[in-house]
């Protein structure tokens, strides 16, 4: 299992930006490809964004695709979220996870707290 504490959420303006953080633990972090996850009010769960483990390869939400960034420091053994371009439906809570990235993303552990983001019009 890969521990994970997110944070860097908060209340921002539409159009503006946050970067969002996945600290982990675990000796096996390099090993796992990882994901950000996020759940709106009365909304199921949806993915976000995914990255290899190597980082060679990431995977964007059509809702996100061209607006968010993802990328990971092993040597942090941190995954990050760059949201730019904020709208108000991107409110929500954000989490991470360790995921498949060859079966659709599904996330591997058991969900942490999050962090959330809430965008204003």
């Known amino acids: 299992q890969v521990q994970r504490v997110e944070s860097g959420g908060g209340l921002v303006q539409a159009g503006g930006s946050l970067r969002l953080s996945c600290a982990a633990s675990?000796?096996?972090?390099?090993?796992?490809?990882m994901g950000w996850f996020r759940r709106a009010p009365g909304k199921e769960r949806e993915r976000v964004a995914a990255?290899?483990?190597?980082?060679?390869?990431?995977y964007y939400a059509d809702s996100v695709k061209g607006r968010f960034t993802i990328s990971r420091d092993d040597a942090k053994k941190t995954v990050y979220l760059q949201m730019n371009s904020l709208k108000p439906e991107d409110t929500a809570v954000y989490y991470c996870?360790?995921?498949?990235?060859?079966?659709?993303?599904?996330?591997?552990?058991?969900w942490g707290w999050g962090t959330q983001v809430t965008v204003s019009s």
């Open positions: 996870n360790a995921v498949d990235y060859n079966r659709d993303y599904r996330p591997l552990d058991s």
């Open positions: 675990g000796s096996t972090f390099s090993n796992y490809a």
């Open positions: 990255i290899t483990w190597s980082g060679g390869s990431t």
